[in-house]
Structures are given as structure tokens and as C-alpha cells.
T-cell receptor, first 113, second 112 residues
């Protein structure tokens, strides 16, 4: 079983719809959870960063962590064509220490105008 | 502007040749990382460094080498021993071990 599982998609949605992305993981020691957005031919850009369980909201983006189910989600409200990108989940046991991240493979999202 | 600069954007390697990818950051970050990204495989860690003059192997270090002589610079050399070097290479840095990583815009390496 891979450490982090993420459905690669692609996921196509009409403009204005809610985009729902998720990752599952196997290592119960993960405590820090991140979502990155990557445009074509660019590096990943940090979108959301959460610690432990619960929700975090930033504008149109909401990140959820359910440690009991080993499941994290990213929701994008009122999606725009500019949200078309690949979204990567990442997680680490602790940011102290060597800060090694485990990444999902990325989920491609296409928002259709 | 503060950020992470990777150069060149595109690089071509001939058989038997070593090539070096540059990564410079002006964010005053202590930790720096090199990843390789292949289609369908996600990001894999090659090397990382938490402090000047110290670095550690990641999950796929064979055929690669690094140095960390200055805080702001962490160059990656792809040696001729790396038999499948074609990939998108990403450099990242973090302020310290408590902070998430931020990425440069990558170097795409291809074989001639």
C-alpha cells in the first residue's frame, strides 16, 4: 500500500461549481498536511497548511483533515478557470527533524468556462 | 522579490555527460531540498540539506550529487551514472524544520 493515495483524475467541472479533492494515507503518525497547486511547467505553490484534525478556511479554499479515517480533503468554492491546475497533497510526520514530505501523485482539475 | 530561482529552465544532456542544475534562494531559509517529478509518479526526494556544509540522501540519491557551501545555494549534479535522468527537477526550501516547503519553478532535463 502506498503511503499516500490520490486519484489522478482528471476532474472536469463547470465554472462556479465546487471542486472536491481528497487523499488517503496509511501512516497514522502524519500530523502536518499540505495542499499545493501546480500549473503546467511551473513548481508547486503552497495553498493550505494544517496541523492535526479539523477544518481550515482561506477564501474560496477549505482544507479538512480526518485523522481517524486517515483522509484529507480540499474544497474549492465558486471555481474559476484559473483554478485549472494539478493539486498535490503532502504530509509529514513532524516538521521538526528532517521535514520529509510524502506526496500524493497529484489530481488534475479542469474548470470549464 | 524574494523567492527560489532555478536555472536553466530547460537542459539537455549528452550520453556520459554530467550536468549541474542551479538552485538559489534569497529567503534566508536554512533547509533546502531537491525533488524529481515524473509523470504519474509524484515527487520523489533526491537530497536535502538542513544547514550549510551538511546534506542527506533522500529516497532516490543514486546517480546524483549535491553541495551546500553557501546558505542560499544548493546545486544538483546529475551524473552519467543516472541512467534515466529525463524528468522535471524541483528545488524547495523551508525557513526551518517547522515550516512547510516552498518550491522553485523547476528545470526540465532531457537526453540528447
Amino acid at each position: 500500500q502506498k503511503e499516500v493515495e490520490q486519484d489522478p483524475g482528471p476532474l472536469s467541472v463547470p465554472e462556479g461549481a465546487i471542486v472536491s479533492l481528497n487523499c488517503t494515507y496509511s501512516n497514522s503518525a502524519f500530523q502536518y498536511f499540505m495542499w499545493y497547486r501546480q500549473y503546467s511547467r511551473k513548481g508547486p505553490e503552497l495553498l493550505m497548511y494544517t496541523y492535526s484534525s479539523g477544518n481550515k478556511e482561506d477564501g474560496r479554499f477549505t482544507a479538512q483533515v480526518d485523522k481517524s479515517s486517515k483522509y484529507i480533503s480540499l474544497f474549492i468554492r465558486d471555481s474559476q478557470p484559473s483554478d485549472s491546475a494539478t493539486y498535490l497533497c503532502a504530509m509529514s510526520v513532524a516538521l521538526r527533524g528532517n521535514n520529509r514530505l510524502a506526496f500524493g501523485k497529484g489530481n488534475q482539475v479542469v474548470v470549464i468556462p | 522579490d524574494g523567492g527560489i530561482t532555478q536555472s536553466p529552465k530547460y537542459l539537455f544532456r549528452k550520453e556520459g555527460q554530467n550536468v549541474t542544475l542551479s538552485c538559489e534562494q534569497n529567503l534566508n531559509h536554512d533547509a533546502m531540498y531537491w525533488y524529481r517529478q515524473d509523470p504519474g509518479q509524484g515527487l520523489r526526494l533526491i537530497y536535502y540539506s538542513q544547514i550549510v556544509n551538511d546534506f542527506q540522501k533522500g529516497d532516490i540519491a543514486e546517480g546524483y550529487s549535491v553541495s551546500r557551501e553557501k546558505k542560499e545555494s544548493f546545486p544538483l549534479t546529475v551524473t552519467s551514472a543516472q541512467k534515466n535522468p529525463t524528468a522535471f527537477y524541483l528545488c524547495a526550501s523551508a525557513r526551518d524544520r517547522d515550516q512547510p516547503q516552498h518550491f522553485g519553478d523547476g528545470t526540465r532535463l532531457s537526453i540528447l
